[in-house]
Each structure stands twice: as C-alpha cells, then as structure tokens.
C-alpha cells in the first residue's frame, strides 16, 4: 500500500479474517523487522490524499495551549480522516502525517492567504498559548519589536509563547496583514508574500534573501554563423546514440517568424523517438499549454498568492515576454524561450510556480537543447568528466555547441552551457557520453595511466560483494585488469582503488575502499548471470545488489 | 499503535460520501491529478469498504509518486510485495516476524 524504496520500508494491510477496514503492517527494509503501524487502512490512504491536497498550500507548524477550537469546527471527512477540520473558509488543520487520529499536535495549520490566517487567529475564543517551532521561509528578521509595533493598526491580538519572553502577535500594517513572533534574541514577521517586500521597505529593513537569478533576460550570445555541416554532425551524432532516431523522424514545421537557428536545427533534426520529450510547440500550442498549466498553478494558494494574488489566472501571462514559447512543462516550473525583438537563438528563462521573478537559466536556446538532447538519450549511458584530467578532444560541431568534443571511437564529451540560475547547482555539468558500455571500457582501457586515474566509473548495474577475497583491491588487481587510485577534484585518493578489465566478453569496473572490506563491482546489466557466475567461480558473495533503471536500453544501449 | 476507529463499523454509504466529497476537493486543489483519476476495481472479496472508497474516489498511477501510495489491487500490490522482499532477500535481509502477529489490533 505504500512503499519507501529509498529509505524504511514498505507497508502492506493485513486483510486475515476479513476486516472492514484492515490494520496497516510496517516492513522495515533494512532489519526485517515487521511492526505494527496503523489501525486503520482507510484512514492512512485518506490521511494520504489529505496531505496531498494541501501541498499547494502555505502551512504553520504551531502548537496550540489546548485543541478545543477544533471541536466546533467542521469536520469535512469525519470518517475517512477524522483530525481534518475546516476552521475557515480557507484555513484549515491538516494531518502531518499518515497516522494522526485525531486534531491536536500532530496537524500543522494550512492557509490560503496570511490574511485568511491572521483573521482566523483574531477571532480565536479563549486563552490559548502558541508554539511555533518555524515561520515559512518567506517571513524575514526585524531589529526589533518596537519597529513593528509602532505600525501596528489598534485591534491587533497577542498570544504568548511557550519561552520566556515569547509572545505571537497578529494584525495588521496599513491594511495588509502580519504575524509577528517576538523572541528574546530576534523578532521574524511574516506577511503575504506579494507584500514582503513593500513591508521590508516600510520598516526600513533589508532581511529579504537575495532573490535567485534575474528577472531580465540575458541577451543572446552572438555567434558564429551555424555551419550546415554542424547540423549534419550533430544529426548523426543522435543517430549514433538513439539508433531510432532516423527511421522514426517525421519533419516538423515552426512559425516562418520563429527564431532562425531554433527553425534550421529543427528543419535537420525532426521529430523523432529521440527528440520527442523535446519538441518544440508552435507558439498556439504553447498558449493553449500555458493556459492549463497556469489554470492548475492558480488552485494552489502558495503560487497565486505570488503571481496573482488579485487578478485570476491571466495574471500570469502578464509576468511573461511578450513573445515566448513553452519548451518544457514541469511540475513546479516551467522553461520557456524569449523571442521578443529580432532574435535568432533566444534565451531559455524558467517560470517558476511559487517563486517570482522569471529568471534566465541559459543564454541560448540552441545550446539548451543541444545539452538536454544529448543528455536525455544517453541517460543511462554516461560517466562524470573530470576537468583536470586534461583529456580532450575533436570539437564536433563548433558553430552549435563549442563544448560538444568527440574523445575517441563513440566517446564523447558534453559540458553544460553557462548554469545562470543561482538558485540551484548541477549535479553534473560535464559528463562523457556514449553509445554502448563497451565503446567506454574500449576507451578507457586504452588511456595512458597518467589519464586513466582521471576517468569515471560509468553508469552500470552494481553488485556490493562482501568481503573481496583475491579480489581485495588494496592487495593487487585481478589478472588482467587495470590498478588506480582514483582522482578526486585533483587530488589523488590513496584510500580508495579502482581496477578496469574484461574477463571473456564481460567487462568489469571494481571499486574499494581501503576502509572498507565491502567490493563494488559494476556491468553490463544483460551480463548479469554472467558476472554471478564469474563472482561465484571467485568465491566471492554478492551482499546487495543496485540495478539499474528498467528503461535504461529506451533510447539505445 | 490506536484504537479502532468508527470508520471500520460506519454504513458503507457514509464511506462513499466522504470518497466523494474528498475526490471533488482534491481535484479542486490537484487539478492535473484529479483529470487522471480513473475507474479502478478491486477483486470481489476484498473488504467491503476499502473496495466502496477506492472504487469511489478512482485511481491513477501518479499517486504512486514519491512512495505516496500503491496501487490498491490485489495483484499489483502482491507482485510489489514479491519485489520488495527479493530486495531484501537479495540484501541478506530475512523477515523478523510474520505480518499476522504483528498486527496488533
């Protein structure tokens, strides 16, 4: 009923002697062990989709003195998830996890807006003490209390706190509203957050994180002319790493007015099984598309309350360029192109849900596509670059992507165009690329070891081998294979050991820490039984075993 | 560990309602989830109120996202359940107990 691959376990009911409602049984993953963990199936599943609901939502994590304001409120599922109440229109206490029965500490309250909280919290009856553990991330530091206070409209109400000199006032300034929580050491005030910055500005304080990014657009990168020769490259390049590609292309037409080299790249490339995740809209298209996505993102209070918090959902559009283009929807931000103005290769900007202002994530659009092309049909298909390495290459098509390099036979080197965002980091922004495992074993193999310490462990299935045997790393390589210490941002790891080989057709990255008696061996994931019977013959034993994901082979392998 | 709750003695109707009245603001507040719920069926001799919620509130493969839940069909969650323990036998993880007695209630 419910699974954490990653982590405790999975949950399962237990349906012996037909119960109405079955008890919830826990497996923890990594001991065995079976738990009791609920009653009650139904309750867990709609504690579930509760919780999910209000994921859109702004949410307080506070304690409250006594719950007894819950049992005058409405209770929407008094069966299905009896700790949920509406306690406003849109305020409302929400189960925080999948177990809780009952309203009390254990909910956290979700609002649509600071003002629906603020009034809800006003007209709250009795003496009630507040704990708050945490403000949302978009409340900000003051110097101090007096500052607010003496802005503060009359009819403001303050609760205490749980610590000694600890008080929660809510009211407002100037109409908008503000909670405030005062504490010995630092005061916090929380508003709406499309009034934040005009409430930081009133109380003369700057408490704002900077925001990520730029809300202009970069300009485009002036370039060489793009070579035909280069669009005929980079076609056979997707060929060779999606075999599909070429017998499933279709053509695909853009606007006479689209930018230049996005409708050249387009006229070569087609829409194929390789290029389909990425293929373009036609700007009707993308209006038709934004209107749905914007439509959903205005159902969660959290992104309206940023982007239109008076307006309806067309207040979204008003924050975009005057002409752009939907590149890629997404759960929680959407990336979108620049064509305003004469522009020939437009800047891809991200929108994203609960985060104004628009930024700019690459200056070129060619490029973008380029590095999600050749990154999503090699997604399994990949190892790490190591930039001191000093291993280079041919470039391949330098009028489109200067940072594209053929290493050798079916090897190449992709490095990411400029990351502009500032709020999020790549996890790996240079990578070697290729068609199949053995065109990457071939290479490496054949490096000078001067360059082979520098080389990456590629993507593979892996078996974790308990105790190495005449396999131990740290005494010699197997028969045949490789030895290194591997480099790690320049520097060499003496504790770590790593061996390349091939025993019969099969190749084999190994991997060990001197600390460790654990063996790390990676492949081919159809040369499973294979490497069993190799390990076997080795009397080695297998201790976990990470596959890799089931689509690996979709785009080629 | 928590008492019985009046769900599991509450008539099948009232369940069926609030299956109702929770899909209509789910897919209030999770429109692009809420157009992918679908019919699903459960097997005849799965309980009474569990087969009225699911069968009721519908189902779509992306509530399986991130761990939130599985499917509620027999055999879809056995075939998880053969998964997930050949995992752990694979880890040289053996179960500590069976689920019949560790069910409490």
């Known amino acids: 009923m419910n699974v954490d691959r990653d982590g405790i376990g999975f949950a399962v009911t237990n349906e012996d002697g037909d119960p109405a409602d079955p008890p919830v049984v826990a497996v923890i993953s990594d001991t065995g062990a079976v738990v009791p963990e609920h009653s009650s199936y139904l309750n867990f599943c709609a504690n579930k989709l509760v919780r999910k609901c209000f994921l859109g939502w702004h949410t307080l994590r506070v304690d409250f003195s006594n719950y007894a304001f819950a049992a005058a409120a409405e209770a929407p599922w008094p069966l299905l998830s009896p700790a949920t109440r509406r306690l406003a229109p849109d305020v409302w206490l929400v189960p925080n996890y999948e177990l809780v029965v009952e309203p009390g500490r254990d909910c956290r309250i979700a609002y649509a807006s600071v003002k629906e909280l603020t009034r809800w919290l006003m007209e709250l009856p009795g003496d009630l003490a507040l704990d708050l553990a945490v403000l949302p991330w978009d409340a900000f530091q003051v110097e101090s209390f007096a500052r607010v206070e003496a802005l503060l409209e009359p009819g403001a109400r303050s609760f205490p706190g749980t610590g000694p000199g600890e008080r929660i006032v809510v009211g407002a300034v100037e109409e908008r509203p503000v909670l405030v929580w005062q504490l010995p050491a630092r005061c916090e005030v929380l508003t709406e957050p499309s009034q934040t910055e005009w409430l930081c500005e009133r109380l003369r304080a700057s408490a704002e994180p900077p925001e990520a990014g730029s809300s202009a657009a970069a300009p485009s990168t002036v370039r060489e002319p793009v070579r035909d020769e280069d669009l005929v490259a980079l076609d056979e390049l997707v060929a060779e790493l999606c075999p599909h590609h070429r017998v499933t292309r279709r053509p695909i037409e853009l606007e006479p007015d689209a930018p230049e080299r996005m409708r050249r790249l387009w006229a070569v490339l087609g829409h194929s099984h390789a290029t389909a995740k990425l293929r373009p809209l036609t700007r009707a298209e993308s209006r038709a598309a934004l209107e749905q996505i914007f439509a959903d993102w205005y159902a969660e209070p959290r992104s309206r309350s940023v982007w239109a918090p008076e307006g309806g959902p067309e207040a979204y559009f008003a924050a975009l360029p005057e002409r752009c283009r939907l590149l890629r929807p997404g759960r929680d931000e959407i990336d979108l192109t620049d064509e305003t103005g004469a522009v020939d290769d437009p800047p891809v900007l991200v929108m994203r849900k609960r985060r104004p202002p628009i930024i700019t994530e690459r200056r070129s659009y060619v490029e973008w596509l380029i590095w999600e092309l050749v990154t999503t049909v090699t997604r399994s298909r990949w190892a790490r670059y190591d930039g001191h390495s000093g291993i280079r290459g041919e470039r391949l098509v330098p009028s489109l992507y200067p940072t594209l390099e053929r290493l050798g036979e079916g090897v190449y080197r992709i490095r990411m165009p400029e990351h502009l965002r500032t709020d999020s980091i790549p996890a790996y922004p240079d990578v070697v690329v290729y068609p199949t495992l053995g065109h990457y074993f071939r290479w490496v193999l054949a490096l000078p070891d001067e360059q082979l310490r520098f080389v990456n462990a590629p993507e593979a299935m892996t078996f974790e081998v308990r105790l190495p045997g005449a396999w131990d790393l740290t005494e010699a390589a197997p028969d045949g294979f490789r030895r290194f210490h591997p480099m790690d941002n320049g520097r060499v790891r003496e504790d770590f050991w790593e061996a390349v080989g091939q025993i019969g057709d099969v190749y084999l990255w190994l991997f060990m820490s001197a600390r460790s008696d654990e063996l790390f061996v990676s492949f081919d994931p159809r040369k499973e039984d294979e490497v069993r019977a190799i390990l076997a013959a080795h009397n080695l034993r297998i201790k976990h075993v990470d596959r890799i994901r089931e689509d690996y082979d979709e785009y080629g392998w | ?105």
Do not use: H, K, Y
């Not at chain 2, 056995?78 to 179960?95: A, Q």
């Open chain 2, 1 to 105: 560990m928590n008492e019985r709750l009046a769900i599991a003695t509450a008539p099948v109707g009232a369940i069926v309602a609030e299956a109702t009245s929770l899909r209509e603001f789910f897919a209030q507040q999770c429109p692009a989830l809420g157009r992918e719920l679908g019919p699903v069926t459960l097997e005849p001799e799965a309980p009474e109120r569990v087969r009225a919620f699911w069968e009721t509130f519908g189902w779509t493969d992306e509530l399986e996202e991130d761990g939130w839940l599985s499917r509620p069909e027999v055999p879809a969650s056995r075939e998880t359940v053969r998964e997930l323990l050949e995992e752990m036998r694979e880890d040289d993880v053996e179960l500590q107990g069976s689920f019949r007695s560790a069910t409490g209630w």
